[in-house]
Every structure is written in C-alpha cells, then in structure tokens.
C-alpha cells in the first residue's frame, strides 16, 4: 500500500473494531470509518464519518465492509460502495495457501487456515479459529463463525452463514443464504434458504427468499 492509499471502513460497531486491529497488525493504519450514526463520531480513536462524502476524497480511497450482516453487505456493496475499490485484510496469525484464492472485500481473521486449492469470494468473513479444508468454494457475502471447521471439497453458496463450532464433513453442497446454528453438524447436502441444526444437522425451516438490492 502506498502512503496516499487510503483504508475506509463501513461499518463502526464491533466487527469494524476487530477489522481495524487487522489492518494494524499487517502495519496498514485504517484512514477512518462510516456509519450513519451520528452519535458516534469515533471508535478505537479513529474518526467516524456521517456519509461516504465526508469520508472520501482521494482516488486511492479503499473500503471494506464491517457489518456482520451478509444482507446488509450485499445491499451497501450494491448501492452506496457501488463501483468503489475494496480491499482485503488478512490477520498475520491466519494461514493461508499460496494456492487459495481470496475475492476483494473479505476479511481474514486471526488463526484462520484456508488449505490448498480453496477459492474464497468476495466480502467473506472468515472469522477466528475456522478452518477451510482443500478445494472448498466459499461463495461471496457468506459468514463462516469461530471455530467452525469446513472439511475438503465443500461448496458454500451466496450469504450463508455458518455457526460458531460448526461441522462439514467432505464433499457437501451447502446452498444459497441457509443458516447454519451454532454447533450444527452437517452430514448432507443443504437446499437455499434452509435454516439447520443439531446433530445430525436437520433443516428444522426454509426461510423466504427476500429481496436484496
């Protein structure tokens, strides 16, 4: 990153807190944040600006987005950031094979392993102590929890999250915006919009398909 690069985050709660000691920890010192809540005007000492018009002012801004929400991701990646550069932020404690790949926008956390030949999308959070075993396909916008675990050659479609704790054994197909509890041992494939738990993990409902922009 060059000193007129400049590191925007969306997003000023507490998921924004741990990407910010991220990029401190990789030595790239976040420029400030963005929430349209006035009450907050700053976090961890950095300024929290109103609107992307306050914040922004070079052409090497970067932005990634902090909000937990995959929905909310989507929405902000598609409307307010629409067209902006993304960047990434991978913890120094994450491994990572030089054979994975990683979308713009995703964030890596701390003691995160992604093994070989894994392809991970855009705006993905992979949070602490998951794992990513060889030849998984993470689709953009999913949230895979603390120490989830992800066996080889699993498939995660769009904005699905993945519960803290979670189990997928190998070559299982887990579809579009499901949820995945906490703890939830999965053993076969998994439709759209499934919510699963226990163990064996059971589809207990399928959740309307709402309407992203």
């Known amino acids: 990153m060059s000193h007129t690069d400049r590191i925007i985050l969306f997003g000023a709660s507490g998921h924004g807190k741990v990407i910010c000691e991220i990029l401190e920890a990789q030595g790239r010192i976040p420029f400030g944040f963005i929430d349209d809540n006035p009450l907050v005007t700053s976090l961890l000492e950095y300024p929290v600006f109103n609107t992307l018009q306050q914040a922004a002012g070079t052409a090497a801004d970067q932005f990634i987005i902090s909000i937990g929400n995959n929905g ?19 913890h120094p404690a994450a491994v990572m094979s030089p054979r994975s790949t990683i979308g713009e926008g995703t964030v890596v956390m701390a003691n995160v392993t992604v093994n070989t030949n894994a ?48 189990a997928v054994i190998p070559n299982i197909r887990i579809g579009k915006w499901v ?14 919009h499934a919510v699963v738990v226990g163990n064996p993990g059971k589809v207990i409902k399928l959740n309307e398909p709402q309407k992203l922009v």
């Open 72 to 90: 909310i991701r989507k929405t902000i990646a598609a409307t307010k950031l629409h067209g902006m550069p993304f960047t990434t932020a991978i």
């Open 119 to 166: 392809t991970i999308g855009r705006h993905v959070i992979l949070n602490t102590n998951c794992c990513i075993d060889h030849d998984c396909t993470i689709e953009d916008l999913v949230h895979i929890s603390p120490n989830a675990a992800l066996a080889g050659n699993v498939r995660v479609g769009e904005g699905t999250h993945i519960g803290a704790g979670a």
């Open 179 to 192: 949820t995945i509890g906490a703890g939830t041992v999965v053993i076969r494939d998994i439709p759209d």
